[in-house]
């Protein structure tokens, strides 16, 4: 048994804490408090401002339903962009679709991205020199401003919850413009948070992307330490047949893009699955 505890702050009234081998990293960037500890059962584990991030444990769960879901059910995405997810991991999903010919990430904190790199070599892998991929530090609302018009497939945007940097993310100028650069068939997804525990951002970020997207749902993925129950991750977009594709359309993509046999968490099952939403998180959704 450890002597060191970490709990995490995301609550007042309900937690969960780690416990920690070794401290691995500490800092304060000019934009949040990062911590990298390791622990016996979860691996290595990053807090931004003492809330879980990423755990080496559990990452694949995430990750893995953040990137392959919307890659496959467009079908055919060239250009993606990311905001966020410093720690690599979304990235290096991605990159392993071979039509992917260009991956943008911008994150706004350089310090995420070196440490993870320094610390967490195991979740954004070699990802980082594929030279498909363009690092940029920089503000995702920024970014998208100054976008072209109609410049990306798919946008998955896996950021800090909507307080402090992250809360520009989850605007209608974020989200207008969002509109502005994706293609024809193209889409968003973001994490939208545990609905058991924040309702609110669920519904307050479906409600604004609809007056931007016609078609506005969202799919879930049960991630062991966002405690609560399902994580929801947001989709919005203009073709609505995207979110109801048949199990054996997503099985032969993934087989094509060499993804199948390479999860632990998605299956074309579980893809199609994850959009059937229990009644206390569909209830949450525009009508
Ligand atoms: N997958 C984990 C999760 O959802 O909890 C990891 C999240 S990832 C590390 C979140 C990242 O979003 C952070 O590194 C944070 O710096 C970044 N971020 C927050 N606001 C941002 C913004 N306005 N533009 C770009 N990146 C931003």
């Known amino acids: 048994m450890t002597d060191m505890w970490v709990n995490e702050t995301l609550y007042p009234f309900w937690g969960q804490r780690f416990g920690v081998t070794r401290e691995l990293a500490r800092a304060k960037s000019a934009f949040q408090d990062i911590a990298i500890f390791e622990s016996e059962f979860h691996g290595r584990v990053m807090l931004l401002d003492g809330i879980v991030q990423i755990t080496e444990r559990d990452e694949f769960v995430y990750q893995e339903m953040l990137a392959h879901v919307p890659l496959l059910a467009h079908g055919d995405a060239k250009s993606v962009l990311i905001i966020g997810a410093g720690d690599g991991g979304v990235l290096r999903r991605v990159l392993m679709h071979p039509g992917v010919t260009k991956a943008v990430m911008v994150e706004i904190d350089g310090e995420v991205i070196r440490l993870s ?30 976008a072209p018009d109609a410049s990306f497939d798919v946008i998955i945007v896996d950021s800090t919850d909507p307080i402090g940097v992250g809360e520009v993310l989850f605007t209608d100028d974020f989200y207008s413009n969002c509109a502005r650069i994706l293609t024809g068939r193209g889409l968003i997804v973001n994490q939208c948070g545990v609905p058991f525990m924040q309702a609110d951002e669920l519904r307050e970020t479906s409600a604004r992307r609809r007056k931007f997207f016609p078609h506005v749902t969202a799919y879930v993925a049960a991630v062991p330490t966002y405690v609560g129950g399902y994580m929801t991750l947001g989709w919005a977009g203009k073709d609505p047949s995207l979110t109801t594709l048949p199990v054996a359309t997503i099985a032969e993509r993934a087989q094509a893009a060499g993804i199948a046999g390479t999860t632990e968490y998605w299956s074309p099952q579980v893809h199609v699955a994850a959009f059937w939403l229990p009644p206390y998180i569909a209830r949450h959704l525009p009508g």
Do not use: Q
Request: charged share 35%; net charge negative.
């Open 117 to 146: 790199k320094e610390f967490l070599p195991n979740i954004g892998g070699d990802t980082w020199t594929d030279p498909r991929a363009d690092v940029i530090v920089g503000d995702g609302i920024d970014y998208v401003r100054k």
